[in-house]
């Protein structure tokens, strides 16, 4: 039985990462900061194959905390799901040296840290699938979203070339980028735009879906099914991708 670990697993995309694993017969791992949120997902999921581990990832002890107990405990971690929010709205001239430095620690460090103790088990068992939640403001950059745009286009250059280097260990590396999706965030995004334009969130909801050519935002479990598929048997030739879920948003690369 393989074994996933599901960073943010609380809500949203890794919410629905989690359920969508577990439904697909994975051993679920799930972390996030929340114990009260992340136990009440890991019940809502049910089974014996489900184990809720909260913290801050962050933090390099309970990083390493966290690989350790999963290895002793299953012997083996075939998916990572690398998941963790971006740092705060900011244009350039707003910010300093050390803004950028907390955002590469919030989101790069963690993701990179992740897959240098988690690749090794995955090449000592011949299978892995490191999969990365990122965001098209790597891609091409929004205003206002500066250091979100620098760590995302990190990640995913860091992506790249780790594909590359564990490509003949049947260990594949991906990115998803996610664009306007109904979650937490989007909601929270919707609100800014309705009190800063002093529109109703009616209105502010139509002017977000003028930039989807679907004409909707997507849903977590539209996320899910990718990396579903990413996380799986038939996804072994596919490795080194940067694949955008946003309903046609993103129209250059």
Do not use: W
Not at 88 to 108: C, N, Q, V, Y
């Amino acid at each position: 039985m393989r074994v996933a670990l599901v960073l943010g697993a609380s809500q949203g995309i890794g919410r629905a990462t989690a359920l969508r694993l577990h439904a697909t017969g994975h051993v679920t791992v799930l972390s996030a900061r929340s114990k009260d949120t992340l136990d009440e997902v890991a019940e809502g999921v049910g089974g014996r194959d489900v184990h809720a581990l909260p913290g801050d990832i962050t933090s390099g002890a309970f990083r390493q905390e966290l690989v350790t107990y999963v290895e002793r405990r299953f012997g083996r971690i075939d998916v990572l799901v690398n998941n963790a929010p971006g740092p705060a709205p900011g244009h350039f001239d707003s910010i300093d040296a050390g803004d950028a430095t907390a955002a590469m620690e919030r989101k790069l460090v963690p993701y990179l840290d992740l897959i240098k103790s988690v690749a090794p088990v995955m090449v000592r068992n011949g299978f892995g699938r490191i999969i990365n939640i990122v965001g098209n403001i790597g891609k091409e950059p929004a205003s206002g979203m500066f250091l979100s745009g620098l760590v995302n286009a990190a990640v995913s250059n860091a992506a790249k070339y780790l594909a590359v280097h564990y490509a003949r260990h049947n260990v594949t590396v991906n990115c998803v980028h996610p664009g306007t999706i109904r979650t937490q965030r989007y909601e929270r995004a919707v609100e800014h735009l309705s009190r800063s334009v002093g529109v109703p969130r009616s209105e502010a909801e139509d002017r977000l879906r003028l930039a989807i050519p679907m004409a909707r935002p997507g849903s977590s479990e539209e996320v899910a099914a990718l990396i579903g598929f990413l996380a799986s048997e038939e996804a072994s030739y596919l490795t080194g991708q940067q694949i955008s879920v946003d309903g046609g948003q993103l129209t250059c690369v």
